[in-house]
T-cell receptor
Framework: GIQVEQSPPDLILQEGANSTLRCNFS?????LQWFHQNPWGQLINLFY???GTKQNGRLSATTVATERYSLLYISSSQTTDSGVYFC???????????FGSGTRLQVQP | DGGITQSPKYLFRKEGQNVTLSCEQN?????MYWYRQDPGQGLRLIYY???????QKGDIAEGYSVSREKKESFPLTVTSAQKNPTAFYLC????????????FGEGSRLTVL
């Protein structure tokens, strides 16, 4: 099945800083999604982005399907951005999402 | 509002007991999934179902069982054969038979005493 690699595994920022999270994929990109897991464990949908660029407030994402990677940008970070960010891509053999191991972000005041 | 409801949110179980986690969705999605998350780890696929009365094993199905008798419901049973059942369990659903966006319930946290 598809392999999903996320980097960096951990990230500590001061409030107001910008950051870039990356996902690399071992196979073609068809159904790429980004999630944020809050401290209570809930997974929040950020972007459904098989290709191109999308923006939602201070967050934006870019997927370059031909090169099998995606980037999540967080600008002017806030303490509420803390948590774990996951990317996931479809394993076409079984039509289920495979998740990366996540980037744990801590934004300090 | 449409969504995915998991229950219970917290569950304690003695060793040797089976326990069933409920997952109900009113999004009219065909596909449903169960993932397991251990502390500090990513999500691993337990079972998935693309259509009623059909389901498939994921990467870590041993010690678990599921049923899909109704489109809206996909319960997960953690059996006594699961050697390390303490974990956070997440149910999800997707429209378009695996081609749409995935949505999650709030999760069930199981602790075995």
């Amino acid at each position: 099945g598809i392999q999903v690699e996320q980097s960096p595994p951990d990230l500590i920022l001061q409030e107001g800083a910008n950051s870039t999270l990356r996902c690399n994929f071992s196979d073609s990109v068809n159904n790429l999604q980004w999630f944020h897991q809050n401290p209570w464990g809930q997974l929040i949908n950020l972007f459904y982005i098989p290709s191109g660029t999308k923006q939602n407030g201070r967050l934006s994402a870019t997927t370059v399907a031909t090169e099998r990677y995606s980037l999540l940008y967080i600008s002017s970070s806030q303490t509420t951005d803390s948590g774990v960010y996951f990317c996931a891509e479809l394993d076409t053999g079984r039509r289920a999402l495979t998740f990366g191991s996540g980037t744990r972000l801590q934004v300090q005041p | 509002d449409g969504g995915i409801t998991q229950s219970p949110k917290y569950l304690f179980r003695k060793e040797g007991q089976n326990v069933t986690l409920s997952c109900e969705q009113n999004l009219n999605h065909d596909a449903m999934y169960w993932y397991r998350q251990d502390p500090g780890q990513g999500l691993r696929l337990i079972y998935y179902s693309q259509i009623v009365n059909d389901f498939q094993k994921g990467d870590i199905a041993e010690g678990y069982s599921v049923s899909r008798e109704k489109k809206e419901s996909f319960p997960l049973t953690v059996t006594s054969a699961q050697k390390n059942p303490t974990a956070f369990y997440l149910c999800a659903s997707m429209g378009g038979r695996g081609t749409g966006e995935l949505f999650f319930g709030e999760g069930s946290r199981l602790t075995v005493l």
